[in-house]
């Protein structure tokens, strides 16, 4: 079986998808007969061996509204390498590999797979009402749509993160979607990482509650409800918490200038090493992102062992441990400071506990790769039938559950 992942959300400060395609190289090292190609943009041509699996960075430029974000654009390098591989299966992981890949399909004669990662017409686009205005963003919103129910429904399979976004994709009559949930690393995110060191040399007291935010710097990851939130929490109760923001983005200069007189520390980009220690040396996860696909920190988190508050939109609603965590109305700064103030201090570390148990029998990464490879074989399975196109009207049927 010969698999090429193609991606443009691939750096290496990234998150979800990073984290995902490590994972499943990882996981393809110990596979007989299966040979791997991953193309992905980069500062410079290059190729690297992980396992079995092949790395092909292409040059390409960074989105100047999304760094480091890279945007591959020699479309005839790609089709060059995929020429040369021959896959069986492409599986693309953006939106704006889609066209090519379609035409590589009919090219190649190979089946297509889109994972739909992000969210964007709701992420990203909707997240520009501010600066164009509500009536453009809808219009905006809607097209972007069209865009996805016109190249997703002519995927042989479109994968989604979560039951959430696959019934968005079937309402907006994508067909064909499977859930195929992502898994967590239980050995490398643990609660016996926790670090006192860590705590000190943050200037964290032993009564403070440490409040912990990772990922991107970005207001779709709704870090314009997490600030005032955090405002509230500490006019209602001085010197109880302290705010701890590890990653990176284009509003990295506006956190740090906020942060600034305030019981906040606003960290860089850090490896999946360090940051599990960080997980565990917190007491508690926050995040208001309000278009999660899946949120891979969430369930980072609860396996460090803490409980999360998050936003009940997205994939939130799924991941969080029931029992465990508070999921909250989007946009509703108040509502989450509440939330977080809700939560008695003496009970938090028997809440992690509780979120750690949850995801150890409901998430892992043989889970997800073995399901992601029954459907390959699927795939394949009908390799001789036609590749026949989805009907202009085509809207979706099957949704698999997790």
Known sequence: ?????????????????KTYLHQKMDYIADCRGVEHL?????????????GNSTIQRLKAPELPFARPYRLIMDAGRVDELLGQFSPDIIEVGCPYFLPLAIAARRKYHCRLAGFYHSDFPRAYVRTTARLIGRIPAAMLEKAAFA????????????????????????RHGVG??????????????????????????????????????????????????????????????????????????ALEGELREWAA???????????????????ASADLFVTAGRAETF????????ASGLPVVAAASGAAAETVAPGAGVLIRPDDPAGLAAAIAGLP???LRSLGRQARRYVEVNYGWEKTFRKLFAFYRELLGFRRQPLAEAPSGATGRKIAGA
């Open 261 to 279: 007189g305030r019981a906040v520390t606003v960290g860089g980009y850090l490896p999946a090493d360090q940051v599990a220690a960080v997980y």
């Open 345 to 347: 201090t003496q009970n």
């Open 176 to 249: 064909n979607v499977q859930v195929l949930s992502l898994g967590v690393d239980m050995k490398n995110f643990h609660p016996g990482l926790r670090s006192r060191w860590l705590r000190l040399r943050l200037g964290i007291a032993p009564e403070q509650v440490l409040l912990l935010y990772v990922g991107r710097f970005a207001r779709e990851k709704g870090l314009d409800v997490l600030m005032p939130a955090f405002e509230l929490l500490s006019a209602q109760h001085p010197g109880r918490y302290h705010l701890l923001l590890i990653g990176g983005g």
């Open 147 to 170: 865009y996805v129910r016109a190249m997703y429904r002519r995927m042989d399979l479109t994968l989604a993160p979560s039951l959430a976004v696959a019934s968005a994709l079937v």
């Open 1 to 17: 079986m010969k698999i090429c992942d193609l991606t443009n959300f691939y750096h290496e400060q990234s998150g979800g998808v």
């Open 38 to 50: 991953v193309i992905v943009p980069g500062a410079a041509n290059l190729e690297k061996r992980r």
């Open 295 to 302: 949120g891979l920190t969430v369930l980072e988190a609860q």
